[in-house]
């Protein structure tokens, strides 16, 4: 999950699709997928288009590249690790470019359109040449099938600048199991943990539901946040100044109030109104142009798990209180605001704050000698505070609790042992898939092989069955 990688983006239509190089890298991406990768996608690196394997997270810039790849002894494991996890019948509903790659096929030529940009918009006419490759909409589940059980309405949630209700659907459910390693016919640890996909089905009454669902977001820059710039300081090239026109300029401060008023109190002059604004314009210019800086940095966030760029279109999400009806984040600040992360990345997450639950509940209460100094007993109390006691934020900590007056929820674990959490996460995901477990449906989790016994005496393992989470998408 923890790790660095280079940095890729979506890349975007212009008007010149009818490049060869585009169109030679649509060609390919189409054969590529016709023999069943569909793990690849192509996206953009300084402007040009290459090709991404998402099961291995390797850049290709050439066909014969993304050729030599796909006959490689990395991309054989990492694709004999999907087979028995990711590519299974019923597939995760899914694209989130780090570990899911749900794609359903265009009837014209296989490719899924991104949504528009916010910093640079895609015509309609532009939308089929895409040669960005993400699912934009899920409409596997309808509403109407959709009973009064599976939709939840979150109150108080930030969106497009606005706290109000979000209500989202139920797209199906996963269940998380665990392997467990026994001793002398005694339970005494963890093995692996996984979340298996069940999709849209019943849910088994005798498998208790999760605390805590996700809910799933096509990402975009502002989500969870408000908007930094107002779209008035963003105006086109076009309109910043005309060929074969001089500009206005105004020596004098009470010109330009006065102009600049009477642009506010009446809209019914547009040639008005049109000189006031370039004139604004034209002196903001050092201003909007760190202004736009601003912005593109801003719509280039990071999921907070495993430190790689999210982008826009793909899936995201975030985590809900299922016993408060709340998202997480909402207990940590009084504004709407909440986090986002890759919806693979968040899911593991919440598998290994499982894992260090039930780790926990193995090991039992620890029994610590009583210190002599009087602050033995605040260390103890520090000690059981860095504990995980259920899934929460892994960027405010937030667990989505009914908050009173305004104090907001303290973080309890500090950033350097969230850092060592994040890296063990890492780790156990990277052996899950040398040793997944074998399964019937699709799913993702973690691998933590158990120590050596100290005699030749064999270690016996049992399955067992721990909750049923919930997820849910917002349109």
Known sequence: MAGSSKELGFLKSTSSVSSLKEQL?????????????????????KKKPIFFCILCLATCHSDSVLHDHLRGQLHRKMYEAAKATLLKENPW???????????????TDGLVTANANLLENVSDENENNSLAIVTSERNDVSVEDDGNDYRL???????????????????GVGQIGARYFEKDGVTIGLSRIWCEWLGDTDQDDMVPLHDFGIVSFSFDYDMGRKGLLDDKFLLPSSAESKKGKKRKSFSDKE???????????????????????????????????????????????VCDICQHKILPGKDVATLVNMKTGRIVCSSRNLNGAFHVFHISCLIHWVLFCEYEVSTKQLEGPKVKKRGRKKGGAKGVEEA????????????????GVDIDGDELEKPTVSLSEMFKYKMKACDGHREYTKHPEVLENCSTGFCFPPPQPESEEMLQEHVSVLKMIRFYRAD
């Open 25 to 45: 890298a649509r060609t390919t991406l189409r054969n590529v997928r016709s023999k069943g990768h569909e793990y690849v996608e192509l996206r953009e690196d």
């Open 255 to 301: 010109d330009a109030s006065k102009n600049s008023t009477n642009d506010n109190e009446s809209g019914e002059e547009d040639g008005d109104d049109n000189e006031t604004l370039q004139v604004r314009v034209i002196k903001n210019r050092t201003v909007r142009k760190e202004m736009r800086e601003h912005r593109r940095l801003a719509s280039e966030r």
């Open 153 to 171: 309405v979150i109150p108080n949630v930030l969106v497009k600048d606005k706290v109000s209700e979000l209500e989202v659907r139920s797209i």
């Open 384 to 399: 059981v505070k860095k504990q995980i006691y259920s899934p929460f934020c892994p960027e405010c900590q937030g667990t």
């Open 93 to 107: 509903p899914f694209n989130d470019g780090m570990l899911f790659f749900h794609v359903p096929v265009n009837e």
